[in-house]
């Protein structure tokens, strides 16, 4: 089997983890975890999110997953302090005004369950007298902290951010500060998603 041309990982990136590959700080980054010379992070998890970030030494492949023109799809899973009504839900569907500028609609489900998450280091802090809920967000645009300011918007602040899903991309079947290549039919998902040729 030949080798690709380019390189795509799928990496779980875990809590307090930059997403770059240096730090004047000292901070843990993406070289704690990821071997792979030349890739470098599609898009960004901001330190204090979790989950799936790709990453490739394909530039083209990275410059359309970050296009907002290509309304890739991106989906979280977003614990929340309080449970949204109907009406923060709605507001979250149909877009709210973050610095000045609305967002585009958005998918937004409230789950009636906890998922089934790893536990975080350090742990989420919980407050008795505040009940939390997790909704499931899919976003079509990569605004900087783009979930974070929409639930704030409405009245429920963030405190777990975790992305699933990447477009046909899963974090699905890999542990925090795992990695690995795509297959091929996971290549060829995400190329034909974004209409490049593999």
Known sequence: MTRP????LRFYKPYGVLTKFTDAEGRPTLADYVNVPNVYPVGRLDMDSEGLLILTDFGLLNQRLTDPAYRHPRTYLVQVEHIPDEAALEKLRVGVVIEGKKTLPALVELLDHQPDLPPRDPPVRFRKSVPTAF???TLYEGRNRQ?????AAVGNP???LMRISSG???????????????????RTALLKSIKLKG
């Open 5 to 8: 041309k380019y390189r795509i």
């Open 158 to 160: 963030t405190l777990r």
């Open 168 to 186: 046909p991309i899963k974090l699905e079947g890999l542990q925090p500060g795992e990695w690995r290549d795509l297959t091929d039919e996971e």
């Open 135 to 137: 909704l499931k967000m």
């Open 147 to 151: 979930v974070r300011k929409m639930t």
